[in-house]
């Protein structure tokens, strides 16, 4: 049972995922004008929160209320785990830095993935905390899974049977619909749906039979790094989440959560969770960087690239523009599905959500947001839905491997193409091989790089790698 469990407790957490992309205001030179056709998203006002309490909370907080009994937890989890720890005490001594031992409010204390699951990657012997993990794998279909672990809730005793029951029965029930093409992609929009369709919008009661038609399509995405938040005025690929930040923050809680009192109280702390967000900064580029040549890509970057991912150093700007579908081209099923469906809008716009003086809101759009550059070296694979190996192959479109396959076991980084060694195939050979030929899994778009030469291309990458 400890596999696959395991691995659906990798699913689950992946709706960490709506911790993604919040703002601040960016002042932009009138030079800097928004290209044509492009969107400026307007900022709205967070609050102030404590960074050190955030973390704390993201790291030892019950957001999620229910989990595996902390027995089995720690027999699955922690044997031979290899993960780091955060050097945290307590019943979170040696745990790895993705879980959190918690007690329910019965008492009992349960294991539960974290936020970290999702905005945290191991790189070599560390971890990266606010790296969007691209290592996950979501690709096991997880019913077997789950119906071992609802066996496994009859023979718990009365206390921690309650303190699990929350959880697994979420678990069984988005197991069905969270499978996906390839190893390396999140379903962080995917869960959400699902776990909508199955909340009352007012109350988030349960609901065992599905409010909502759902699809049998798994649209995967990328996991935005967590320092680019703090530049951005919108949450989401599509730049669809506006007004209160915390409250998408804290949806994670929707897994478990009993009702809106309950999640009324985790919103509490998400002003703390936002301001240590906006605390992290990016990892610096780790080899030789020839500065030479980086001095001759920024002025490229900055004519060919900064009108819409912002320009860095001393006159540092960016614009949050949403760029539309005819202009970048990239795979559009993100934005045609999941959030973006009028059920899914309604429910919404019903919803605790939009309750209280701080709403939460969705605004639409068929495109997707111009992202900072901040760290870009190390967040490959490129693009929203992780298609793009490298820099140089999304700085040249021609040269995208339809088929590639890279390791998940002993993950390889080239630090000149900027991104994962890979192997190219004629077709997908296995999970870890990423099919662009998918619908959700396509790599063409952003075919801006293409205009220039290889030299200033090259150069270009090198000014990148300083960011």
């Not at 003086?357 to 947001?369: H, S």
């Amino acid at each position: 049972m400890n596999f696959p469990l395991k691995k659906w407790l990798f699913i689950i957490s992946a709706f960490s995922l709506f911790i993604a992309c919040a703002s601040r205001i960016s002042n932009i030179p009138a030079e800097y004008a928004s290209p044509a056709g492009t969107v400026p998203i307007p900022a709205h006002k967070q609050f102030p929160g404590n960074a050190e309490k955030g973390f704390t909370y993201l790291t030892e907080g019950d957001y999620l209320k229910s989990g595996i009994p902390v027995n089995l937890f720690k027999q699955a989890f922690l044997a031979g785990s290899g993960k780091p720890d955060l050097g945290r005490q307590g019943d979170n001594k040696g745990v790895p830095y993705d879980f959190t031992v918690i007690t329910a409010p019965n008492g009992a204390k349960v294991g539960a993935p974290n936020c970290m699951f999702c905005h945290a990657q191991t790189w070599g012997d560390s971890v990266i905390i606010g790296l969007g993990n691209s290592l996950s794998d979501y690709s096991l279909p997880q019913q077997a899974a789950m119906a071992m672990a609802e066996t496994a809730l009859k023979l718990m005793n009365e206390k921690d049977r309650a303190a699990a029951t929350n959880f697994i029965r979420a678990g069984k029930t988005t197991a069905p619909y969270l499978t996906t093409a390839s190893k390396g992609v999140n379903i962080a929009d995917r869960l959400t749906a699902v776990l909508a369709a199955h909340r009352d919008p007012k109350s988030f009661v349960w609901r065992n039979e599905p409010g909502l038609a759902l699809s049998k399509e798994v649209i995967p995405t990328d996991v935005p790094a967590w320092w680019l938040l703090k530049k951005k005025n919108a949450m989401f690929y599509s730049g669809f989440g506006r007004g209160d930040f915390p409250r998408f923050l804290m949806a994670a809680n929707l897994l478990t959560v009993t009702d809106t009192a309950e999640a009324a109280e985790v919103l509490t702390h998400f002003d703390d969770v936002l301001a240590y967000i906006y605390s992290i900064k990016p990892p610096k580029y780790p080899k030789p960087i020839d500065q030479d040549l980086a001095s001759k890509g920024k002025p490229l970057f900055d004519k060919n690239c900064a009108k819409c991912h912002g320009k860095y150093g001393a006159d540092e700007n960016y614009p949050n523009l949403l760029v539309p579908l005819e202009i970048i081209k990239t795979d559009s099923a993100l934005v045609e599905s999941n959030f973006s469906s009028p059920q899914f809008l309604d429910w919404f716009r019903q919803s605790w959500f939009r309750t209280g003086e701080r709403k939460a809101d969705l605004v639409p759009f068929k495109g997707y947001i111009a992202p900072p550059l901040d760290g870009v070296w190390i967040t490959a694979p490129y693009l929203h839905n992780g298609s793009v190996p490298n820099l140089e192959t999304l700085l040249n479109s021609k040269t995208r491997p339809v088929y590639w396959e890279r390791s998940f076991d002993k993950p390889e980084y080239d630090y000149e193409k900027v991104g994962w060694i890979y192997k190219e195939h004629e077709k997908q050979i296995n999970k870890s091989t990423y099919n662009t030929t998918l619908r959700g899994y396509n790599n063409h778009g952003h075919t801006f790089g293409d205009k220039l030469n290889d030299i200033e291309r090259k150069a270009v990458i090198e000014y990148l790698k300083t960011l």
